[in-house]
Structure formats: C-alpha cells, structure tokens
C-alpha cells in the first residue's frame, strides 16, 4: 500500500506555520516541515498531546455519559431533592457539575500546554527555525 505524502501532522504543521508567517510578517518556509516533523522534541511533544487529549476526553465522556445514562435509567435517584423540604433536586448541582469538570479539564489542558508544550516549541524553533 502506498503511503500518502499528506499527512495531518504535515497539515498542522503547514498551517502553523502559516499562523508564525502572518504573526511575524515573513513568507511561508515550507522547506521547515520535514525537520520539525523529524525533530525529536516534536516526536515527543505529539505523543504527549495524544495522550493528554485522549485522557481527558475519556474522563469527559465518563462523566458526561454517567450523567445522561442516570437521567435515562434513574431519573428518580435524579429527583430527590437536596435535603428535606427543598425544591433544588439532586440532578441541578450533578448537571452544573459536569459543566464545571468540563471547564477545570479545559484548564488542565491549557496549564500542560502552557507549561509543558510551549518549551517543547521553543527547543523547535531554536533548533529548526533559526538555523
């Protein structure tokens, strides 16, 4: 089988790239994709990111998909109120729950990208770009 010369990390590198250009205002350096695609810390750094995304999209369907599979299969664990006499049930503070988690996962996602990938882009750029 023949192996396509398109690939999606050549497409996000292409339009990173893109993005660098038009921020600092210089032409598109097509010939850098082949050695940030070979780069170590780039190897690295793909690794990572599939790894983190695909955990945290994991947690997120858990518990977003426990939540919905409870209002389908137990709606009246869902009903109860909080506590005696009150009219807020047990299913207002689950479902503001999974809105939050989803936000605190975005952060978690933003705070190993802002800490962790930003030096891995850098050691690129160092080594590749400003050859």
Do not use: C, W
């Amino acid at each position: 089988m023949k192996k396509a010369n398109f690939t999606v990390y050549t497409f996000l590198i292409k339009i990173a790239l893109i993005f660098y250009n038009q921020i600092i205002g210089l032409e598109m350096q097509a010939h850098l994709i082949e050695p940030v695609k070979n780069h170590p810390s780039f190897q690295k750094l793909q690794k990572q990111r599939k790894k983190l995304g695909i955990t945290l999209t994991l947690l997120m369907l858990f518990v977003y998909f426990t939540f919905i599979l409870t209002i389908a299969f137990k709606p009246e664990f869902l009903a109860r109120p909080l506590y005696e006499g009150s009219v807020i049930t047990l299913g207002i503070p689950l479902g503001i729950f999974v809105i939050i988690f989803a936000f605190v996962l975005t952060g978690v996602y933003v705070r190993k990208a802002n800490i962790t990938y930003d030096e891995y882009i850098k050691e690129i750029h160092q080594d590749v770009v400003e050859i």
